[in-house]
């Protein structure tokens, strides 16, 4: 078959009949032949010899690429899967770097007890645990699984997850929350976040087990996981000692924090969530929010959180970042008068300054139009929130009035730009005073000094404040009131102290909800607070910045985000 393939097309013509000649040469030949069998022969049996291999080589030839192709198959799928291990290892293991900027100092200790900037907080929220945390839709468990009260709220009983340990191994235990516990409770060592941990009865916390934590109260406290623990609830090994590197349990630890620079974190595998895909975040301090959006835009970081109104609108169409609005850890914007103090002690004091101010022009000038008047009160479209109060307008002329009976025709103002619009803010009050007859002097203060003097914010007449924005529950206890750990407006009375306990302490929900509509009524009548309007959160982040989620107070939660090619 193969000698007959080598023919050419002329095969399938009649042969031409031989000359005489031609016939002459044949017969000779076939003499010469018949002399030769040997030479004859040899030359047939090797055509026989091919023509019986030929079938054995077709055949070979069949399977050779059968065989060639299960081999190829073969070797592709373990290449594939190869690949597949090696894509799995690098999204375990190298999820690149995200470099994250915030109002902030510089690397430094961090202490649960004295955490005063985002960008600290940020650092402390990855590389520590909470019990559990305010969520966008609700509370959102941490190490708790869960955290019940007995049938009177007397006594609150915590369950902790059974996969949880310490960067350095240790296993998180209920003794270590005990001791998170009354080590934020200390009022000499933790005076900002004592009073959350007040009612708890420390005496009496006992560990049942290793994973279940007794925590009796001295008073019913029917609010006790929206109040205090989902509020700021950080878990600290017992007897922690080192503050520049912690030892946390969170999704990231503590890799370098020498006071220099930002802090460097690092994806911590144990954790016993989700693991991280980024392998670093770089925390990088910038104050100005124009420097930060300038680093964005120049790639010098990957991530400028809290920007300003002005920068949002500047920046929407840009199509190098991803601007991004969230009411997620929405700052109140407001003013503080200290009731305690000269000339706010005065009521009618009080009373001039929220009738001169223009909420709705502080709005529009400051936010530009994207926020929310306010009504001197924390909370709004939170649970709990008084809405039935009336809004307060403006009368320039009864502010002058009250103005001029008390004696006053010249204020000072400390400001500080600790959240974007602020320092606009209090130049927009001076326009508003001047036109109530009132002088207003701003002292501007930098924004990553404004609340390391913690002595100066309690006691300043009129400042510049922001607060996120929390129900009422969880802020009134705070930051208002006798039993208060932070009250810039050092406002307390009997009867709010009175409706805020019964807030506190009564079981039946709808019984609780009007004891706190009380206690707000009272301060929106006699306190401090001059809630001008509500910010959003604005961020910017480069593109390959993905799945960015947040907790309830605008945290980041640097173990969602992965970095795109």
């Known amino acids: 078959m193969a000698l007959v393939g080598c023919g050419d097309d002329d095969d399938d013509q009649p042969a031409p009949q031989p000359s005489a000649a031609q016939r002459q040469q044949e017969q000779e030949g076939e003499q010469a032949a018949a002399q030769q069998p040997a030479q004859q022969e040899r030359p047939q049996q090797q055509t026989v010899a091919v023509d019986q291999e030929q079938p054995e080589q077709e055949q070979a030839a069949a399977e050779q690429p059968a065989a060639q192709q299960q081999q190829q198959q073969a070797a592709a799928a373990q290449q594939q899967q190869e690949q597949e291990q090696q894509q799995a290892m690098v999204a375990e293991t190298t999820g690149g770097t995200l470099r994250f900027s915030a109002l902030g100092s510089v690397g430094g200790a ?49 369950r902790l997850r059974p996969d949880v340990q310490f960067h350095d191994g240790q296993a998180l235990t209920a003794q270590d929350v005990a001791f998170s516990i009354a080590f934020m409770g200390d009022w000499e060592n933790s005076p900002r976040h004592a009073a959350q941990w007040a009612d708890v009865d420390f005496p ?11 925590l009796p109260m001295l008073r019913p406290r029917a609010d006790f996981v929206e109040a205090s623990m989902a509020l700021y609830a950080p878990v600290v090994p017992e007897g922690i000692e080192d503050w520049t590197l912690p030892n946390g349990s969170g999704p990231f630890r503590v890799a370098a924090n020498d006071g220099a620079d930002g802090v460097e974190l690092i994806r911590n595998d144990d954790w016993w969530g989700e693991p991280a895909s980024l392998d670093r975040v770089v925390t990088v301090p910038i104050s100005d929010p124009s420097a930060r959006i300038n680093a964005l835009k120049s790639g010098e970081i990957d991530f400028a959180y809290q920007l300003t109104p002005t920068i949002g609108v500047a920046e929407q169409d840009n ?76 009368d320039v002329a009864r502010a002058a009035e009250l103005f001029s009976a008390a004696g006053i025709s010249e204020l000072d103002l400390v400001a500080s730009e600790v959240a974007p619009g602020l320092l606009a803010s209090g130049e927009l009050l001076a326009q508003h005073l001047a036109e109530a007859g009132v002088a207003l002097t701003i002292d501007e203060i930098p924004a990553d000094a404004f609340f390391e003097d913690f002595a100066a914010r309690i006691s300043t007449p009129l400042q510049t404040v922001y607060f996120i924005n929390h129900p009422p529950a969880v802020h009134l206890p705070r930051f208002v009131g006798s039993g208060a750990g932070v009250n810039l407006t050092a406002f307390t009375a009997a009867e709010f102290d009175e409706a805020l306990s019964a807030a506190q302490s009564t079981v039946d ?26 910010s959003p959160l604005i961020m910017a982040h480069s593109p390959r910045v993905t799945n960015v989620n947040l907790a309830g107070e605008g945290l980041v939660q640097f173990q969602d985000i992965a970095l795109s090619s």
């Open 110 to 158: 961090i202490d649960p007890r004295n955490i005063f900037s985002m960008l600290a907080y940020h650092s402390l929220a990855a590389s520590f645990d909470f019990l559990a945390m305010h969520g966008e839709d609700g509370i959102v468990p941490g190490v708790a699984e869960s955290m019940t009260p007995n049938e009177d709220a007397t006594s609150w009983t915590i």
């Open 319 to 394: 199509p190098d970042i991803v601007v991004r609005r969230t009411n997620a850890g929405s700052a109140v914007m407001c003013f503080t008068m200290n009731t305690a103090l000269p000339p706010f002690d005065d009521p009618r004091v009080r009373e001039a300054m929220r009738l001169a101010i223009d909420r709705q022009a502080m709005v529009n000038g400051v936010l530009l139009g994207q926020g929310e008047v306010g009504n001197d009160l924390v909370g709004l479209g939170m649970t709990g929130y008084h809405d039935g109060l009336p809004q307060r307008s403006r």
């Open 204 to 214: 009496n916390v006992a560990a049942i087990d290793d994973l279940t934590l007794e």
């Open 509 to 534: 929900d709808a019984e609780r909800a009007e004891h706190l509509l009380r206690a707000q009524e009272i301060e929106w009548n006699d306190g401090g607070m001059l809630v001008w309007g509500y």
